[in-house]
């Protein structure tokens, strides 16, 4: 479990999970790139909660990544970082360039025999 979903109810959520629409294409590049990827959606208690919120982390690191889109996974999606600023993207190039870069600055450094 990432640090932020342990503030908030979260579920698993796979490579095998889809939302329908291009932010499941934004997650199969990450899955693809990132063997250790681990992402968690949101879980609500009410039906008029929004659910369309997912933590992003690699296993061993120190922080995630969040990322929001509108209902079934469409755009324009909200990314943001503990060091970057929440911002808005649409394209889904640069959502998954985006969270590469941020995915490889999380990643922990190997250690040292």
């Known amino acids: 479990m990432s640090r ?6 979260t579920v698993p959520w796979s490579a095998e999970h889809k939302t329908g629409g291009p ?3 934004v997650f199969a590049a990450l899955y693809a790139e990132f063997p250790d990827l681990s992402i968690e959606r949101f879980a609500v208690d009410h039906v008029g909660d929004d659910d369309n919120g997912w933590f992003l982390t690699l296993t061993g690191a120190d922080a995630d990544l969040q990322i929001e889109s509108y209902e079934g996974g ?3 999606f909200s990314l943001e970082s503990d ?3 929440l911002f808005r993207v649409t394209d889904v190039p640069l959502v998954v360039t985006t969270l590469s870069r941020w995915l490889r600055a999380l990643a922990p450094s190997p250690t040292q025999p």
């Open 4 to 9: 932020s979903a342990e503030r908030w109810s």
């Open 23 to 25: 932010l499941d294409e």
């Open 74 to 76: 469409l755009p324009p």
């Open 83 to 85: 060091t970057d600023s």
